[in-house]
Each structure stands twice: as C-alpha cells, then as structure tokens.
T-cell receptor
Framework: SAVISQKPSRDICQRGTSLTIQCQVDSQVTMMFWYRQQPGQSLTLIATANQGSEATYESGFVIDKFPISRPNLTFSTLTVSNMSPEDSSIYLC???????????FGSGTQLSVL | EDQVTQSPEALRLQEGESSSLNCSYTVSGLRGLFWYRQDPGKGPEFLFT???AGEEKEKERLKATLTKKESFLHITAPKPEDSATYLC????????????FGGGTRVLVKP
C-alpha cells in the first residue's frame, strides 16, 4: 500500500484567507486526487492532480477557488482560496497504490473557517 | 452519471449480532467496486475491491459480495472495534481511476 501524509492535520482560519494543504506519498504514483468531505457527508471529488500539467476539476469546482499543484510523482498541494465558513470540511488527498487501481487516502485536513 | 446508494444510513448492533450493509449502483461499465472503512477523524482505509458479479472477498469478520446491481458487506459476529463508517465506491467507464462514493453506513456495535 501507499503511505500518504498530509499536513496540516487541522487548522482554524479566518474568512477571506487562504490555506495550502500538502500531500506527500512515500512512492511514485501516477494518479493523485483531492476529495472534500463535508460534515456528516461522504466524499466528493474536487480534482485530479496531473503531474506537469493543469489539474482536472470536477463539476462545481474551479481552479481560482482550489488551485492545485503537482510538481512531481510524489507530491501535491491543494489551496483553498478566499475561504468562507462554507469551506469548513475535511480535505483528503488520495493516490493509487502499486497495483494502479486501488486508491489509498491520507488522514485528511480538518479545516474550520470562522 | 454514476450513482451509488448505501443503506441503511446507520446501523446499531449488539456484539455478536451479524448483519449486512447494502450498496446499490448505477454506472456505465463497472471497472471495480470498492469498500472502505472510515474511523472518526481519519481517512478511509481500504478493505476490498470487487471486479465482477459473483465475486466474493473476506477479511476477518467482513465479507463482501457483488452482483450486477449491488454489493453487500456482511459483518459476522461483530465486535465493538468494528464500529466505523463503511463507504462503498465505484470506478467506472472512462472515468479513469477516480472513485464515486456512496453516502456511507455508520455502524455502531455495542458490547
């Protein structure tokens, strides 16, 4: 399995500020994804982080709000920009394991926006 | 659009009381159905992948089965440590490796 580390694990932020979440995988992976889990709900895919090119965003998510970087095969960042209380969620990084199809997840970043 | 529905939303069991969780799906070209366990404050932990109807997989007290329309996660003689949210997800068609998740089933096993 792939070991995925995220930081910060939690943060409390003020409205209008931005937060960058880092995701580090312990091995080279082809696919990395960012999910959001709103309180009491299941996971919703934000975007696929593509190495060396722009991320692919799902319907309802835009690059200006959630810019993503992926400079290499083991690292990605997600920025939550101009935050509002509605952005309070758990943000999860995931990556495919050695076999390619199984997705493994980091422990998440608990974000609270005041 | 791929759809995944899990039932029940919540399940309270006595220790040793076996039960089943349901995951029904509507997709174009199922490539894989995944079960995850999620504990509070943690990311989902991979349990099983099922690829074709009739397939079954087991791990300790958990057994997952798959038909053409749904999957079941059977919990046999559960223990309190089996308390968690169980998530079902599908990988389908040309969607690449991304997963579409159901709403989850919160399981509480009381001693």
């Amino acid at each position: 399995s792939a070991v995925i580390s995220q930081k910060p694990s939690r943060d409390i932020c003020q409205r209008g500020t931005s937060l960058t979440i880092q995701c580090q995988v312990d091995s080279q992976v082809t696919m990395m994804f960012w999910y959001r889990q709103q309180p009491g709900q299941s996971l919703t895919l934000i975007a696929t982080a593509n190495q060396g090119s722009e991320a692919t965003y799902e319907s309802g998510f835009v690059i200006d709000k959630f810019p993503i970087s992926r400079p290499n095969l083991t690292f990605s960042t997600l920025t939550v920009s101009n935050m509002s209380p509605e952005d309070s969620s758990i943000y999860l990084c995931s990556a495919n394991g050695p076999g390619g199809e199984k997705l493994f997840f980091g422990s998440g970043t608990q974000l609270s926006v005041l | 659009e791929d759809q995944v529905t899990q039932s029940p939303e919540a399940l309270r069991l006595q220790e040793g009381e076996s039960s089943s969780l349901n995951c029904s799906y509507t997709v174009s070209g199922l490539r894989g159905l995944f079960w995850y366990r999620q504990d509070p404050g943690k990311g989902p932990e991979f349990l099983f992948t099922l690829y074709s109807a009739g397939e079954e997989k087991e791990k300790e007290r958990l057994k997952a089965t798959l038909t053409k329309k749904e999957s079941f996660l059977h919990i046999t003689a559960p223990k309190p440590e089996d308390s968690a949210t169980y998530l079902c997800a599908v990988q389908a068609g040309a969607a690449g490796n991304k997963l579409t998740f159901g709403g989850g089933t919160r399981v509480l096993v009381k001693p």
